[in-house]
């Protein structure tokens, strides 16, 4: 499919609510693999949402495993259409850096497992616990879908932090 811009705050497309996708044909199928595209060419990206891309579609990719030291026990590339958070439970702060706001990591507070529900591009219903960072980052997608970005999670204007360097092309940061 195709590599697409990231979409950066101040967008408006980034502080809505993304509607529900429904049922899956060729357009929501190419925007998966859209996600999944853009996500894998973007260095250090683990993630994206649909809107990310523009799309006010609640949709994500999301892939841990490309990570320099992947945490054990993730699940690999992950597409999910109208997911839903489950479950959630335990508490962590740590540093979180966002393709939509490129120029700045934050620390944030977010649940250290979860249980997701929603739809494959295939059309089957998948059910997946996540722990540690990947837990962390199911939610940071979840939260693109409802309108929130890392900033609108810190505690205070001391959790935001310059970003130090950008990764490079092929490269990973955590």
């Given amino acids: 499919m195709a590599v697409r811009p990231v979409v950066n705050y101040p967008a408006r497309v980034l502080k809505g609510i993304a509607g529900p996708v429904g049922s899956l044909g060729g357009p929501e199928r190419a925007l998966a693999q859209d996600l999944v595209d853009t996500m894998y ?18 949709a994500f990719a999301l892939d841990v495993s490309v990570m320099k030291r992947p945490p054990d026990g993730h699940h690999g590339l992950v597409v999910l259409f109208d997911p839903e958070l489950v479950l959630a ?25 979860v249980v997701i529900r929603g739809t494959t591009p295939d059309g089957h219903a998948r059910v997946l616990e996540a722990v540690g960072f990947e837990a962390r980052a199911i939610q940071h997608e979840l939260d ?16 935001v932090f310059p970003r130090k360097r950008r990764a490079k092309k092929g490269e990973h940061l955590r």
């Fill in 41 to 58: 060419d973007s260095p250090g990206c683990v993630g994206l949402a649909a809107p990310q891309l523009g799309v006010a579609s609640r």
């Fill in 144 to 159: 693109h879908l409802d309108g929130l970005l890392v900033l609108d999670r810190v505690a205070s204007r001391q959790d």
């Fill in 89 to 113: 439970t335990g508490s962590e702060l740590a540093r979180e850096g966002c393709m939509s706001v490129p120029d700045y990591t934050c620390d944030v507070r977010r649940s250290t497992e």
